[in-house]
């Protein structure tokens, strides 16, 4: 009986699988997604994993047949795996009618050389990806799959990118290397942190103001930004972010934070070389109402002790 409904009659299908450290769910998981291209010959919305914030299962399926990753109806997946070649994989053209791909991502590293991540993807007209691991591929991995993507009109990127001997993401570089590209463009929502190291060459790096002056009179709607800039070794890191802020994840504030809403996330990553202040927490306690997590990475001990109430 199940499986005459998966067969007939059902359209959409949200799946939420717990995560569980040291076991075979992602393999599990894997077979499952299979298992629905091939039963489901009416799906049309498919959320595998995306469901509840504390079961992020990611799943890989780079590796399985070709053939077990197919369907002539699915338009819209919402689904987490762990590589970037398992977001190339399910945009090879098996899913033929799939206009709407959100993804996050666990490790975005190089593609596999056998997977074909060269051809346009004009079906595409939705996509999110989020990954809240560091990755130096930007340029080779992510801005040449959104420039696939030439009918691309809602666009969302929650990134964590590492740069060497260059400088921080800006408007300038996002209209330069990607908007351009996907002219037909009516939304983008955005979070991107970049962490420079400069080691032995001497680039300047832009004020938090040269970041914000960059996206003035540009297609953007209001943007918020933050420098945290280390001049012992020429090195920093950036977060620019559209706002509102839509993201759960907020990373790597520091010193430098100067508040504002957040009203979505709920998850906080706090880092500093410097003391991490009461002032500072006390800002951060205004703005992230609704946290759920808070990590701190901070060696130095408060100096301003007498500003703690008692």
């Not at 709607?221 to 759960?248: C, L, M, T």
Request: charged content about 20%; some cysteine; hydrophobic content about 40%.
């Amino acid at each position: 009986m199940i499986k005459l409904l998966l067969i007939k009659n059902i359209t959409d299908l949200n799946i939420a699988v717990s995560y569980e450290p040291e076991s075979r769910v992602s393999e599990i998981s894997s077979s499952i997604f299979v298992l629905i291209l091939s039963l489901c010959q009416r799906l049309m919305h498919l959320n595998l994993c995306q469901l509840f914030p504390d079961r992020h299962t990611s799943i890989s399926i780079c590796k399985l047949p070709l053939t077990g990753c197919m369907s002539s109806t699915l338009t819209k997946l919402k689904i987490n795996v762990e590589t970037f070649n398992d977001c190339f994989y399910l945009l090879l053209g098996n899913l033929e009618s799939l206009s709407t791909l959100i993804i996050e991502v666990k490790l975005i590293l190089l593609s596999l050389a056998r997977i074909n991540n060269t051809n346009k993807l004009p079906e595409l007209k939705c996509f999110s990806l989020a990954s809240i691991q560091f990755t130096s591929h930007y340029e080779n991995q992510i801005i040449s799959l959104l420039r696939r993507m030439i009918n691309l009109e809602e666009l969302t990127l929650c990134l964590l990118t590492m740069r060497t001997h260059s400088t921080y993401i800006d408007s300038i570089q996002l209209h330069d290397q990607m908007l351009i590209y996907i002219s037909r463009l009516n939304k983008f929502t955005f979070s991107i942190n970049t962490d420079v190291i400069n080691e032995n060459i001497k680039i300047d790096l832009p004020s938090s103001e040269d970041i914000q002056h960059s996206f003035i009179g540009k297609e953007y709607k209001q943007v918020g930004s933050w420098i945290h800039y280390r001049s012992k070794d020429n090195a920093g890191i950036s977060h620019i972010y559209s706002i509102p802020y839509q993201f759960e994840y907020f990373t790597y504030l520091s010193s430098s934070f100067q508040g504002g809403m957040f009203d979505t996330v709920r998850n906080l990553a706090m880092s500093d070389m410097h003391p991490l202040e009461h002032d500072l927490f006390k800002l951060v306690s205004q703005s992230f109402l609704l946290l759920k997590a808070l990590h701190i990475n901070n060696y130095q001990p408060q100096r301003k002790i007498s500003n703690i109430p008692r």
